[in-house]
């Protein structure tokens, strides 16, 4: 699936193409706030800690969690789109195409 439109809710305004969506923008949005707060920490985790009421162990934790969060991500992107793939040839039917889609 690809994103293809994309509006402003203050003027109504509606664009429509092809855009490309990253990994990080499918991560939920706690892993995305994270993710932000330790960017804007300058990807440091004693940084992190003074900003934050987490600890170390905590932080590690999390990075852990957005790690694997995010490989899990990518990972259903890639079978989304052989899934798609073998649609487009013909290797499966629509049906099967929509109930794997599904369990992903």
């Known amino acids: 699936m690809q994103v293809a ?4 809710t203050a003027c109504g305004v509606k664009v429509e193409g092809p855009y490309q969506e990253s990994a990080l923008n499918r991560l939920n949005p706690e892993d995305q706030q994270f993710l932000l707060d330790y960017l804007l920490s300058g990807f440091s985790i004693k ?3 003074e900003n934050t009421n987490l600890g170390y ?3 590690r934790s999390r990075l852990d969690k957005l790690i694997s969060n995010t490989k899990t991500v990518i990972l259903a992107e890639d079978h989304k789109k052989a899934i798609l793939e073998k649609l487009r040839s013909g290797d499966i039917t629509v049906v099967e195409a929509k109930r794997k889609l599904e369990k992903l």
């Open 47 to 49: 940084a992190l800690e």
């Open 57 to 59: 162990a905590a932080i």
């Open 5 to 8: 439109a994309m509006s402003c």
